[in-house]
Nanobody, 124 residues
Framework: QVQLVESGGDLVQPGGSLRLSCVASGGRLNYYTIGWFRQAPGEEREGVSCSRVSDAATGYADSVKGRFTISRDNAKNTVYLQMNNLKPEDTAVYYC?????????????????WGQGTQVTVSS
């Protein structure tokens, strides 16, 4: 069973950048489709980005297209989320998730394994 640990969340000004990391143990991430999700207070957990297991093809929510980039480093067993031009509405706890299923999956119900989350706050 894979365990996931996120890091990299911080307080950043609007227009700034952050890179989140998701490190796996207990399994190799190259066998999993990986998703990044976020949840703001009082809101549903929403899919932000996904990297498909078969070919690392990526998908993004419309709200982050052109600003966020998901990538994998299989040698480090780590997935990243590069976030640029951050906006106050990006403020949330960000989670990575994994599933042994192929596809561009942006709904939380698709995923079996979750990290504990990392807080991103965008504010001046």
């Amino acid at each position: 069973q894979v365990q996931l640990v996120e890091s990299g969340g911080d307080l950043v000004q609007p227009g700034g950048s952050l890179r989140l990391s998701c490190v796996a143990s207990g399994g190799r991430l190259n066998y999993y489709t990986i998703g990044w999700f976020r949840q703001a207070p009082g809101e549903e957990r929403e899919g932000v980005s996904c990297s498909r297991v078969s070919d690392a093809a990526t998908g993004y929510a419309d709200s982050v297209k052109g600003r966020f980039t998901i990538s994998r480093d299989n040698a480090k067993n780590t997935v990243y989320l590069q976030m640029n031009n951050l906006k106050p509405e990006d403020t949330a706890v960000y989670y990575c998730a994994a599933v042994k299923k192929n596809g561009i999956l942006l709904h939380r119900a698709e995923y079996d394994y979750w990290g504990q989350g990392t807080q991103v706050t965008v504010s001046s």
